[in-house]
């Protein structure tokens, strides 16, 4: 089983990138292989409703000077996927809608009805915005929403500090334990126990 993980921040090592990492570490202790593709720096298209990938039947962006196909090409070994975006103005990062809703239009049968969820994260607000919008394209493809001990999301501002978010990293670990779990019973290991969950670690960041 192998779940692909898309970094949809501009900074490869940073935040997002570290919550994508606890899910990883936590996929891996569950016997789930995991692979992250960075959206990167480079320039990206948005859709510009050409029709091309569904009239020549490409099951591709037509475009491939960017990131999405290569996406595209690593969908079918994926069981499940996973987004993570660092919040800009309330919302995901613009590159990175930009190349999902690109994939999502011209190979959504390669993410219809797998396991999905979302990853936001943030300096102080804007979140929940940011990973309601990411969930959108996924209720449309069928996908089953696999959730956490609460919104997933964690907070830090410069890259690496999200770690000291202790509940957002639990909330990370939490998402990975469900994923192995719908994914493992989705294979046919019916019944699987689900991994006994941590006692809660409430954190606010008053100090």
Not at 16 to 34: F, G, H, M
Not at 150 to 176: I, K, S
Request: aromatic share 6%; proline share 6%; hydrophobic share 40%.
């Amino acid at each position: 089983m192998k779940v692909l993980m898309v970094n949809g921040s501009p900074r490869q090592n940073g935040n997002t990138a570290r919550a994508l990492k606890e899910i990883a570490d936590t996929l891996k202790a569950e016997s789930v292989d995991s692979e992250v593709v960075w959206i990167g720096v480079k320039p990206v298209r948005g859709c510009v409703a050409c029709g091309q990938c569904r009239e020549k039947g490409l099951g591709r962006c037509a475009f491939d000077d960017d990131v999405a196909n290569r996406i595209v090409e690593k969908l079918p070994e994926a069981d499940g996927i996973v987004l993570g975006s660092p919040t800009y103005y309330g919302q995901p990062n613009g590159a990175l809608l930009a190349v999902w809703q690109r994939v999502c239009f011209s190979a959504s049968k390669l993410v219809e009805c797998k396991p999905a969820a979302n990853v936001a994260v943030c300096r102080r607000g804007g979140s929940t915005a940011t990973f309601q919008t990411m969930n959108m394209i996924f209720e449309m493809l069928n996908c089953p929403l696999v959730t956490s001990q609460y919104w997933n999301v964690a907070f830090g501002r410069t890259p690496g500090e999200a770690e000291q978010d202790g509940e957002g990293m639990q909330t990370m670990r939490t998402l990975a334990h469900n994923m192995a779990w719908l994914l493992k019973n989705l294979r046919g290991e019916n019944a699987v126990p689900r991994t006994p969950q941590e006692p809660w670690q409430p954190m606010h960041f008053i100090r």
